[in-house]
Structures are given as structure tokens and as C-alpha cells.
């Protein structure tokens, strides 16, 4: 026994908020073991960055599924198999499915980047700097079956460098590195209160 939360990340695409993750896994930030990175997308950066960590990959694609609850329940025995207890989203694409959020009943967390319930989905960033808005940032959540909602479990603004949606995309980047796993290290380690 390590007393390391286990936990699976998933990500659809580049994967620096995993590679800064499992940065801070090794470095004692955040007492957490990655036991497996799982992607939908097998040729997604991310699964490069998790063998140079040497850290599990899975490529799992829904469309070899007959359904999304298929899908999921070959999802779930992999977890099962290796004893995850928490599921975090970094970058994953996808609806979670009542067959998941029922066997992993809040114990899934995601991040996004915009003060939600601002600018949920798709293009957040893009979303955000098109609105004009001066202010955007980060939220750290629980998962529910809806597309970016849920409690919210923490959020960090970041202003919006006009003109200049590249720069204010890297500056939200920065936040996401940074409060992800001060977060996640709070939920799964909660300091007890003085009495
Ligand atoms: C991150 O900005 C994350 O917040 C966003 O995808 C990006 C993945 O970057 N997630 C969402 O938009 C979820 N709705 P990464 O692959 O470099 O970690």
C-alpha cells in the first residue's frame, strides 16, 4: 500500500495537462498514482507523452461499440482491473454515460477552460475572446451527465489578452497546470479542520 489515490486520465488530444499531472505525481505534489492514461483518439499526442512517462496507454474508441454503454462497460473493466479510484477528464472530449457516472458516482473530475457555467462545450477559449468578454479562466468540477457542468470544485480567472486569442490561450494553459493539481490534491487528501 503506497496510500496514493489511484487514478485514470483520460484525454482526447495533447495532453499537457496530463504531462503536468504526472509532473507533479512525481515530484510529491500530489499524492496520486497515474495507474493508466485512456484516450478515444489513438493517435493522440497524449498517448505519446504517457509511454515517454512510461505510464499505461489506452486507446479505446467508441465506434468499435455497438453503444455507448458497450463502450463503457469495456472501459470500466479495464479501470476495475486496475484499481482506479478516481476518474480525472484532461482534455477528454466525450459525454460521460450513465453507465460510468454510476459506477464512479462523484468521483470524476474535469477541467475546463472558462469561468463555467460561461462558455461551456466546445472552443471555450474561442467562445470567450468572440464574446468580447475581458475576463475568462479555468473550472475545476465534478462530473454530472451534463456537457461541462456539475459542482464546482474551484476556479482561477484569467484576463483575456485582447486581440491575441494564442496568448490568452497559453495564459489559461499556465492556470490549468497549476490549479488542476492543487485541486485534485485537496480532494483527495482533504486537510482535517482544527476541530
Ligand atoms: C484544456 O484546455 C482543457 O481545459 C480543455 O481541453 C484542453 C486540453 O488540453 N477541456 C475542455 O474543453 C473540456 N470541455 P491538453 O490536451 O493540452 O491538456
Known amino acids: 500500500m503506497t496510500g496514493k489515490t489511484k ?6 488530444g495533447s ?3 496530463f ?24 493517435a493522440s499526442f497524449v ?3 504517457a509511454r515517454q512517462a512510461d505510464i499505461r496507454g489506452v486507446a479505446l474508441e467508441p465506434k468499435a461499440f455497438p453503444t455507448k454503454q458497450a463502450f463503457e462497460e469495456a472501459l470500466l473493466a479495464i479501470l476495475r482491473e486496475a484499481g482506479v479510484e478516481w476518474i480525472v ?3 477528454y472530449m466525450r459525454l460521460i454515460g450513465p453507465t460510468m457516472l454510476a459506477a464512479y458516482p462523484s468521483r470524476i473530475v474535469n477541467i475546463h477552460p472558462s469561468l463555467l457555467p460561461s462558455f461551456p462545450g466546445k472552443d471555450a477559449i474561442g467562445q470567450a475572446v468572440a ?3 475581458k475576463v475568462t479562466g479555468v473550472t475545476v468540477h465534478l462530473v454530472d451527465e451534463g456537457m461541462d457542468t456539475g459542482p464546482i470544485l474551484n476556479q482561477a480567472a484569467v484576463p483575456v489578452v ?3 486569442p494564442e496568448k490568452t490561450a497559453q495564459a489559461i494553459q499556465k ?4 490549479i488542476y493539481k492543487e485541486t485534485l490534491q485537496k480532494l483527495f487528501k482533504p486537510v482535517p479542520a482544527n476541530n
Request: charged share 30%.
Open 7 to 12: 487514478i485514470a486520465i483520460f484525454a482526447s
Open 15 to 17: 495532453g499537457s495537462n
Open 19 to 42: 504531462e503536468a499531472l504526472e509532473i507533479a505525481c512525481r515530484e510529491g505534489e500530489l499524492d496520486a498514482e497515474i495507474a493508466l492514461v485512456m484516450t478515444d483518439k489513438p
Open 47 to 49: 498517448i505519446e507523452r
Open 89 to 91: 477528464l484532461a482534455g
Open 131 to 133: 464574446h468580447g468578454v
Open 162 to 164: 485582447e486581440g491575441d
Open 175 to 178: 492556470t490549468e497546470h497549476v
